[in-house]
């Protein structure tokens, strides 16, 4: 079970840390990956990280603003995202799918999913 947390409002140039708290899995066995659907719009992946060795991956549209990261001991993941604009107004979901390596965040790849979390940009 995965359970997505931390959204909210922020004004434009703001910055949110959204958590996915896992339970029933053990993070270093699992690629975590963040997506985000905004209205009429598919949901779209954002970023990952592989439980066993932290690697990362970033959509272009978030790199350099957004950080991935974990805590294996917390079973947790965090998005922290900064310069916020209303372009990452969305629904953010974590997602989970057990792994040997990395896996980039495309939706079909992902099998475990979590409750959404909004994240509204506005002034």
């Known amino acids: 079970q995965l359970q997505a947390s931390g959204g909210g409002l922020v004004q434009p140039g703001g910055s949110l840390r959204l958590s996915c708290a896992a339970s029933g899995i053990t993070l270093a066995n699992y690629a975590i990956g963040w997506f985000r659907q905004a209205p009429g719009r598919k949901r779209e992946g954002v970023s990952s990280i592989y439980g066993s060795d932290g690697k990362t991956y970033y959509d272009d549209s978030v790199k350099g603003r957004f950080t991935i990261s974990k805590d294996n001991e917390k079973n947790t993941v965090y998005l922290q995202m900064n310069s916020l604009g209303p372009e990452d107004t969305a629904v953010y979901y974590c997602?989970?799918?057990?792994?040997?390596?990395?896996?980039?965040?495309?939706?079909?790849?992902?099998?475990?999913w979590g409750q959404g979390t909004q994240v509204t940009v506005s002034s």
């Open positions: 997602a989970a799918r057990r792994a040997a390596s990395l896996v980039v965040p495309v939706k079909m790849w992902y099998d475990k």
